[in-house]
């Protein structure tokens, strides 16, 4: 042991000894200078974010990115190895809500979006002496004198001229995604944060009745279906069915109810029931019902039919599917295939909207009980149960559940170039092989246009200003364009200075101030202002819907 322990002592003293003499002798930069006029390779160091400590990952990362820079340098190429520095985005923000001790966008926007985004500039570099000793302690050559930073106006500037550029090909548009979004915080979450937050949970599990608005087969039935969130039940604006499924209608209890073949015995239970009728669920498709609740109308599309869809299996509940589009990626994309409209009763914030009339305001999760309460008052309560299963709740504040969620949202359309990308990566010679066409390709293959936006507030604000008469949008693509059309732009932001020297002049690229930049052009009627301020899209204004978002950023 005490041998193993002096060998390793040895190693480091003589690793410490090589560190010292690249300082020394300012080796990395001699390398860079004998490089001066060769060809270019050029490499940019994915940013970590300084507002967090680094870890033995970032070690592992590192070392390749070194590995492929040295073999470049070596190959005969100039790698000038520039360094970077994240400072955008939700990590960010929930570190100062932690420091401010305040939750929430309600809270940010009571401290003050300004003094926010200050602090954010204040959060982000806590730990960059710590990240400065880890590069140099495992010999990572990085150029730290000259990083670039994302909330500097350079960076800022270089990803809106590449919007623009998006924007001008087509390739940049508005429309609408279902996410997982966190009610609380008041934002959509990725698909690896959602993965953080998982845990097992008890949930109500209803069998509602969805009465038919006339008769089949010379029954007046109900359709049973199945739903372990009971607060979607009043933004319902469709029912799925298997159209290649048997399904069944069965007398019980004085009642003719309508459930898949297979799943009659699990679904009828002890229950006395007599099977009237079997036949397929493409019999069912077409047929409309009365909805368990009638707060609002859906907007857009048809609305309470029976359509049929791919999804649906006899794997549990009861063989139909309640589709509320506003809070499933299923639902939205079956009801828009079949032209079915839209419905969102519940607002960002996890609320009941004011058409819910005596649920108005309720929290989601607490309008479950209440909800089934009414139903079954009304006779339309099947059954109800528990549903243990695994579900999302926010990694960062672990008491608060996730939803499903429609929110509009900025596109790139990633889809355009999906058979470029295709064919470029056949053309890679992949170590191992089977990255091409098992992970990477499947990747590839499965790509769907990339939302961008993110409603929050510490993040590169999308340039896109919107005339509030015609509708008319523009992408800007840099801060002269923004003065060409406006010269005074930046006043307030400029007065803001005045009075508070310490300000960053990055800051007037950032919310608050960037929001009040206007401008007009002669001989059109209206004012162009930052973000998407109407409606329109199968997302848009109508019964329930959520209203026009904030001002967009992308980080």
């Known amino acids: 042991m005490f041998e193993e322990i002096s060998g390793q002592r040895r190693q480091q003293e003589l690793e410490e000894r090589v560190l010292s003499r690249w300082k020394e002798r300012n080796v990395f930069q001699r390398a860079l200078e004998r490089r001066a006029h060769a060809p270019r390779f050029t490499f940019y160091e994915g940013p970590p974010t300084a507002n967090g400590r680094p870890g033995?990952?970032?070690?592992?990362?590192?070392?390749?990115?070194?590995?492929?820079?040295?073999?470049?340098?070596?190959?005969?190429?100039?790698?000038?190895?520039?360094?970077?520095?994240?400072?955008?985005?939700?990590?960010?923000?929930?570190?100062?809500?932690?420091?401010?001790?305040?939750h929430g966008k309600d809270a940010i926007r009571a401290y003050g979006l300004a003094e926010f985004a200050h602090k954010c500039i204040e959060s982000v570099f806590q730990y960059t002496g710590e990240w400065e000793r880890l590069t140099d302690r495992i010999g990572y050559w990085l150029d730290l004198s000259q990083a670039y930073v994302t909330y500097h106006e350079p960076y800022v500037e270089s990803v809106w001229w590449s919007l623009k550029e998006l924007f001008k090909k087509g390739h940049l548009y508005q429309g609408h995604k279902v996410v997982w979004w966190w009610p609380e915080g008041g934002t959509a979450l990725s698909s690896a944060e959602v993965g953080l937050g998982y845990r097992e949970t008890a949930d109500p599990s209803v069998t509602v009745r969805f009465p038919l608005t006339s008769t089949f087969k010379g029954q007046h039935a109900n359709l049973l279906a199945w739903t372990t969130t009971p607060w979607t039940l009043p933004s319902n604006c469709a029912i799925a069915v298997g159209e290649a499924l048997q399904y069944q209608m069965v007398s019980c209890d004085d009642k003719i109810e309508i459930v898949a073949k297979d799943l009659v015995a699990k679904v009828f239970g002890k229950r006395t029931f007599t099977v009237l009728e079997t036949f397929s669920g493409a019999e069912l498709v077409g047929l409309s019902y009365e909805p368990p609740f009638a707060f609002a109308t859906p907007s857009g599309g048809r609305a309470h039919l029976v359509v049929g869809a791919a999804f649906v299996t006899t794997e549990s509940g009861t063989g139909l599917v309640h589709l509320a589009p506003a809070f499933g990626e299923d639902d939205a994309e079956t009801c828009k295939a079949n032209g079915i409209g839209f419905l969102q009763l519940l607002h960002p914030n996890g609320t009941l909207t004011e058409e819910c009339g005596p649920f108005a305001g309720m929290k989601f999760k607490e309008a479950d009980r209440p909800l089934m309460k009414d139903l079954a008052d009304r006779g339309l309560l099947f059954d109800r149960g528990q549903y243990l299963h695994d579900y999302p709740f926010c990694w960062r504040a672990a008491s608060d559940p996730l939803i499903q969620y429609a929110r509009r949202s900025w596109f790139i359309r990633t889809s355009a170039v999906k058979d470029a990308l295709l064919r470029n990566n056949n053309s890679v010679q992949w170590f191992p092989e089977t990255i091409r066409d098992g992970r990477f390709g499947d990747f590839l293959r499965n790509n769907v246009d990339w939302a961008l936006s993110?409603?929050?507030?510490?993040?590169?604000?999308?340039?896109?200003?919107?005339?509030d008469v015609s509708g008319k949008t523009e992408c800007l693509g840099s801060i002269q364009e923004i003065l060409d059309r406006n010269p005074a732009a930046f006043a307030p932001f400029d007065e803001a200075k005045r009075k508070n020297p310490d300000l960053s002049p990055h800051l007037r690229v950032h919310k608050p101030w960037i929001d009040d930049v206007t401008y007009e052009i002669p001989g059109e009627k209206g004012v162009y202002r930052r973000g998407a301020r109407g409606g329109g899209g199968w997302c848009g204004p109508g019964a329930g819907a959520a209203g026009p978002p904030p001002s967009p950023f992308v980080y």
């Not at 993110?454 to 005339?467: H, M, S």
């Open 56 to 102: 033995i990952h970032h070690v592992l990362a590192r070392t390749l990115k070194d590995a492929i820079c040295r073999y470049r340098d070596l190959t005969g190429y100039l790698v000038e190895r520039k360094a970077g520095w994240d400072t955008h985005g939700l990590p960010v923000e929930v570190e100062v809500e932690k420091a401010l001790k305040i």
């Open 454 to 467: 993110r409603e929050r507030f510490w993040g590169t604000p999308l340039p896109i200003w919107v005339n």
